[in-house]
């Protein structure tokens, strides 16, 4: 329940993805069963991949039920902002969430509906939340000892390809109308990857001034693979070498 309260609609496969350790597929229907038997979830069907999401129910009683096992204000149990058409893309951007959370206990991971209140958000992002699509899809903001101030990375999840115009203006803003220290893509395909690596090594990262002394290593990408080791997942930099994202 509090996954789907932070997350919205999430598939079966992304429920396991979100839990650690994993539960087993049995055991899951059987909690899923539960929650449904007490009228506390819905089905929401992907049109494109006909994957079925599970959501909590938005009736007043679901809410107030929901509200009571969570020990939240019942307005919390709202949730407008998760559309059909994003509902793949808000999963995936669940998952990675849940898995910087994992691999870094101590940072401090939100998705890009929740940087409204929080000032931090705005002033690294130097954006307005009416801004959305300036926004990151999660940002990672991690303490540094004996220092006020933190490290923090943006995270984009990009599931389709967008204009090279497009993709210019979001890296030229990372690189140098942000205060943010990294910049991670999830690319689900590499025509994505390439076009990316494109833009920002012939049109960002040589003119990007703020990042110069690190314009290589600002910026990595991911496939959503995971390493030999199954300890983090794989990760490039703009130079096409492997990176520990832990080490970086």
């Known amino acids: 329940l509090r996954l789907l309260l932070e997350h919205g609609p999430l598939s079966t496969r992304g429920i396991s993805a979100c839990l650690s350790p994993p539960p087993g597929p049995r055991a899951l229907r ?12 819905v089905r929401r069907h992907e049109r494109v991949s006909s994957r079925v999401f599970h959501q909590i129910a938005q009736h007043p009683g679901a809410r107030e039920l929901a509200a009571s096992f969570l020990k939240v204000p019942l307005e919390q149990l709202e949730q407008p902002q998760f559309r059909h058409a994003e509902l793949l893309h808000s999963e995936d951007c669940a998952v990675w969430c849940e898995l910087f959370r994992e691999l ?11 940087f409204a209140p929080r000032i931090e958000a705005q002033g690294l992002l130097l954006s307005r939340f009416e801004e959305r699509d300036l926004l990151p899809d999660l940002l990672v903001t991690l303490p540094v000892k004996d220092s006020s101030v933190g490290i923090s990375v943006a995270v984009e999840i990009e599931r389709t390809a967008k204009s090279g115009k497009r993709l210019l203006r979001k890296l030229r803003r990372y690189a140098d109308q942000t205060r943010v220290d990294g910049l991670i893509y999830v690319c689900s395909s590499d025509s994505i990857q390439r076009k990316l690596l494109e833009v920002y090594l012939s049109k960002v990262a040589t003119r990007a ?22 300890s983090e997942p794989r990760m490039f930099n703009a130079a096409g070498r492997a990176v520990s994202l832990k080490a970086w």
């Open 30 to 41: 059987y909690i899923l069963k539960r929650l449904y038997d007490q009228g506390l979830l």
């Open 104 to 114: 870094f206990p101590e940072a401090e991971v939100r998705r890009d509906y929740q």
């Open 209 to 230: 001034l703020r990042i110069s002394h690190y314009a290589e290593n600002f910026f990595l990408f991911a496939d959503g693979s995971v390493s030999s080791d199954l």
